[in-house]
């Protein structure tokens, strides 16, 4: 018992970090929106904040890549954590809309950074045979930070304002790196790096990024339909409330019940999918969690009221733990 707990002191530290910084950017996100809103009045500026986290994701992914494998991991992580935590903390000092889009690209594009970095140092960390474990627990975390984040910032809001929201995500990403202080320096040995980074340096790690591509097709052709099944879920989320609304015409008590039903989907489809991950290989992850989540949506869409409407979010959001479970862990194996 006591070595167990040895082995997964460290994981546990890295997922003590992760949730406090997800519990924080749901509260900041929820808050960003009602300061813009506040501050123009307009729903297209705040939906100007939605524009630009992929974009920012978008321009830094082209070359942050080479950047990440050649320095430390745990420092690059520490320094990104504190990078955001500094300006999330300026933000609600900013009075003008553009200076704000300004600040959330860069912040964006630390979180765009710091996603494959610390993918990267989970599996110089975890052993392959505790990855599947760890990514359950991670999914639970991320579904609980999915449900806690926005009931925290609800909070704040009858106690403060957004602002105070704002500073909060501040201190918990600073939170965060100060955790990642106490996780292993696991490249303490590794040297400076010594090619200068430029245009060519970034043409051969495309190279090689190609030529994997090409040897590892099956697995590339997985990672990109789980791609495009995240893609096309994150539209037909956009058009969720409009069709709620306009189609089904439920009532915003019945709408606001029916995301709390996906909530409870997913905590509970994440506490399920820790119980039985060990049983279950990556492949069965996987393919069950994506078939069943698109079984959920077209309950959904075929629904003509309330109840088939909530057993098609509840479905959905039960097996979307057991998807991205494998699909991280299928990534931690053939991909990073």
């Known amino acids: 018992m006591k070595s167990k707990l040895h082995t997964w002191k460290n994981p546990l530290l890295l997922l003590i970090g992760i949730g406090v910084a997800n519990v924080g950017s749901w509260i900041y996100f929820i808050a960003l929106n009602l300061i813009v809103?506040?501050?123009?009045?307009?729903?297209?500026?705040?939906?100007?904040?939605?524009?630009?986290?992929?974009?920012?994701?978008?321009?830094?992914?082209v070359w942050s890549g080479s950047l990440i494998d050649r320095f430390n991991k745990r420092n690059l992580m520490i320094g990104l954590d504190f990078t955001r935590a500094l300006l999330i903390f300026w933000l609600p000092f900013v009075d003008s809309l553009w200076a704000i889009y300004v600040f959330v690209f860069f912040i964006n594009m630390a979180g765009a950074m710091f996603e494959p970095t610390s993918r990267t140092y989970i599996i110089q960390l975890i052993q392959p045979e505790d990855r599947k474990r760890f990514n359950s627990l991670r999914s639970l975390i991320d579904s609980g930070g999915f449900l806690i984040g926005p009931a925290i910032a609800g909070l704040l809001f009858l106690i403060g304002t957004p602002s105070l929201a704002i500073f909060i995500n501040a201190a918990a990403l600073f939170l965060s790196g100060w955790i990642t202080f106490f996780l292993p320096n696991l490249e303490s040995n590794r040297a400076a790096p010594t090619a200068k980074f430029s245009f060519n340096l970034l043409k051969k790690d495309w190279a090689i990024v190609i030529d994997f591509s090409r040897k590892s097709a099956y697995i590339m052709l997985v990672y990109f339909l789980f791609?495009?099944?995240?893609?096309?879920?994150?539209?037909?989320?956009?058009?969720?409330?409009?069709f709620s609304k306009e189609i089904l015409l439920l009532s915003d008590t019945e709408y606001g019940f029916l995301v709390s039903v996906a909530g409870a989907g997913v905590v509970v489809g994440a506490l399920v999918n820790v119980m039985t991950v060990k049983k279950m290989t990556t492949s069965l992850l996987i393919g069950l969690g994506s078939v069943f989540v698109s079984i959920g949506y077209l309950i959904y869409a075929f629904s003509n009221g309330f109840l088939l409407a909530a057993i098609g979010f509840f479905v959905l959001s039960f097996f979307l733990a057991f998807a991205n479970t494998g699909f991280q862990t299928l990534s931690h194996h053939h991909i990073l």
């Open 37 to 61: 809103l506040d501050m123009t009045g307009s729903p297209l500026a705040v939906s100007g904040l939605y524009i630009i986290k992929p974009f920012a994701a978008l321009v830094t992914n």
């Open 227 to 242: 791609s495009c099944l995240v893609v096309l879920m994150t539209a037909v989320d956009s058009l969720e409330a409009a």
